[in-house]
């Protein structure tokens, strides 16, 4: 089945030590989203790539980046957690950037020490 | 500027009771709106979605919703209701800023027997 692929399910990293979470697809689709989602809260947009061309949304913090070296993988790397950083990180794709229907993969969740 | 309200922040209903969860979009435009569920530590699921036609659209799992524009609202509706519907539950509404969603707070449902 096509799907959404996020590695690890849970993750442990230290105070200010880097970490980076993996999604994966096989959807072929063209866009992809990172979420951050806290406990009992919405998700909230961190950045999305269209294809290629990358979109950081205005409040997303300097120490959150992300690659996408080819269209069925995109990493989401935090070069210095903080105890705030935990959470949830959600990877959603959708077909096109006309296209409003995302496709959510399990989520990873991120713990800080 | 675009925003969705989802005004019952927790509900619980009875096994076999029927539901209504709420959902308020408020959009300049036609929204694109959207159902989407989830279950602990699980990433998000659609149920559902409206981009036009008719008003009352049909998901998976026996839900549906009922889009009326006069009320700004897209509630889901479910006729009875089974203990594995205990989830969260997020209102959605894509914005012209090429497919992303704006989601509502949530509405944690729990099934009492």
């Known amino acids: 089945d096509a799907m959404v692929i996020q590695n690890p399910r849970y993750q442990v990293t230290q105070f200010g030590k880097p970490v980076t979470l993996s999604c994966s697809q096989t959807?072929?689709?063209?866009?992809m989203y990172w979420y951050q989602q806290k406990s009992s809260q919405a998700p909230k947009l961190l950045f999305h790539y269209y294809d290629k061309d990358f979109n950081n949304e205005a409040d997303t913090p300097d120490n959150f980046q992300s690659r996408r070296p080819n269209t069925s993988f995109c990493f989401l790397d935090i070069r210095s957690p903080g105890l705030g950083d935990a959470a949830m990180y959600l990877c959603a794709t959708s077909r096109s950037s006309s296209s409003y229907e995302q496709y959510f993969g399990p989520g990873t969740r991120l713990t800080v020490t | 500027a675009q925003s969705v309200t989802q005004p019952d922040i927790h509900i619980t209903v009875s096994e076999g009771a029927s539901l209504e969860l709420r959902c308020n979009y408020s959009y300049g435009a036609t929204p694109y709106l959207f159902w989407y569920v989830q279950s602990p530590g699980q990433g998000l699921q659609l149920l559902l979605k409206?981009?036009?036609?008719?008003?009352l659209v049909q998901g998976i799992k026996g839900f549906e919703a009922e889009f009326k524009r006069s009320q700004s609202s897209f509630n889901l509706r479910k006729p009875s209701v089974h203990w594995s519907d205990a989830a969260e539950y997020f209102c959605?509404?894509?914005?012209?800023?090429?497919?992303?969603?704006?989601f509502g707070q949530g509405t944690e449902l729990s099934v009492k027997p």
């Open positions: 409206y981009f036009s036609g008719d008003t």
């Open positions: 959605a509404v894509g914005y012209n800023q090429g497919g992303k969603l704006i």
């Open positions: 959807l072929n689709h063209n866009v």
